[in-house]
């Protein structure tokens, strides 16, 4: 899966923006504040319709203009021609259309410009709280599996549903039992999905722990659903060997355990709104004991399991977005980063500030490459390696 060619208007400080992508490695240069970092963003936006910079639309469009449109043709190796994505929108609408068809329904539209974005501050998923853990995995599911997106919105309408009688005066027992039924269903389909994926991501993991830092159980995640104690059966749906069965009886004895402290809280206190993801470098919490350099090192590692992982299951690597993540790495963990680009097969667009030596000499290394210079709002240079 690669992205040929992409076109901007109106977006963020761009005006106009019209790109003839590289098949490989492109690289994009320029002072902070140009637009480097838009230019990714607006290539995340086209294939996943949301920001990785966590703002809505009115953010993304340009100042002083009332209409966005994103354009991308797409090469994939299933399909024998190329796709022609394009998301549009102003203060009433957003309108999608794949090959000039009019897409009503997101889950329809989702799965044909896979991205997976690392910016230099994308260690704060370890550092930071565990809705961005959460985050990180369901935007992973989602590029798996588009539908995986219905479920979490159908998760969420549940869970405001159940909120909102949680916090009348007097609960109404009867309509919070249908509303229980409801959140204990949908759940359990999210925690197995969590927990399946987090399986397979361990496995990779092990394998690029063994050959990268000489221990197959050196860097693992581990996953710490909201679904209450269990029995001691949580150890066997957080493997992810679990039945959808098991998170559902989880669940509903530990909503019926919280059922007292729900009602003084007036919120819902288990469930996949609370999971977390812990990150354990030789057993121990990266989070509370990891250096800044072992907690940059751990993320690179997820981001190249996560690759290698989507390239096994769907069969085409997602385009790799990397924003200023150069500057935050030392020499050893950059060299780690360049013989992963060069070894991969992805189409890989990465933002600096400036072509230094050891960038210039990966895309030396790499065939067809594409160096930009952004400049307020302008890509004012093209160079092909």
């Not at 936006?45 to 469009?61: A, D, H």
């Not at 230099?120 to 989602?142: H, N, T, Y």
Request: aromatic share 6%; with cysteine; hydrophobic share 40%.
């Amino acid at each position: 899966m690669r992205l040929v060619t992409l076109q901007a208007r109106n977006f963020r400080n761009f005006e106009r923006l019209e790109l003839a992508c590289g098949p490989r490695l492109n690289i994009l240069v320029g002072n902070n504040g140009q637009g480097k970092t838009n230019v990714l963003e607006s290539i995340y936006v086209l294939g996943q319709l949301r920001s990785f910079r966590g703002v809505g639309r009115p953010e993304l469009t340009r100042w002083g203009a009332n209409a966005v449109n994103l354009q991308g043709t797409v090469e994939h190796p299933a399909r024998s021609v190329e796709l022609t994505l394009m998301m549009s929108w102003n203060e009433q609408r957003r309108v999608l259309k794949v090959q000039g068809r009019d897409i009503q329904r997101t889950v329809d539209y989702l799965g044909h410009l896979n991205a997976l974005v690392f910016a230099a501050d994308s260690v704060q998923v370890i550092k930071g709280s565990p809705e961005g853990r959460r985050r990180l995995l369901d935007r992973a599911l989602v590029g798996l599996q588009p539908s995986y997106l219905s479920l979490l919105q159908r998760h969420q309408i549940i869970l405001k549903h159940r909120n909102r009688l949680l916090k009348e005066p007097r609960i109404d027992r009867a309509s919070l039992d249908v509303w229980n039924t409801k959140f204990v269903e949908v759940g359990a389909e999210l925690v197995q999905a969590r927990a399946r994926y987090l399986k397979r991501l361990n496995q990779q993991l092990a394998r690029l722990s063994a050959l990268k830092l000489g221990d197959p159980q050196a860097l693992q995640l581990r996953y710490h659903p909201a679904i209450g104690a269990c029995n001691g059966r949580q150890e066997v749906i957080t493997s992810g060997c679990g039945e959808v069965g098991d998170a559902v009886q989880c669940l509903t004895e530990g909503i019926a355990h919280v059922e007292r402290d729900e009602a003084r809280a007036r919120v819902s206190l288990v469930g996949p709104q609370r999971d977390d993801i812990g990150f354990h470098l030789q057993q121990y919490d990266l989070k509370s004991y990891g250096s800044q350099g072992e907690q940059r090192l751990a993320v690179l590692l997820i981001l190249i399991a996560m690759l290698e992982d989507l390239e096994a299951e769907l069969g085409t690597p997602p385009v790799v977005l990397l924003d200023d993540m150069v500057a935050e790495l030392d020499q050893r963990r950059r060299g780690l980063l360049w013989e992963f680009l060069q070894s991969i097969h992805a189409q890989v667009f990465i933002s600096g500030t400036e072509l230094t030596a050891d960038l210039e000499a990966l895309g030396a290394a790499v065939p067809e490459t594409r160096v930009w210079r952004v400049q307020a709002g302008k890509v004012v240079a093209n160079m092909e390696r």
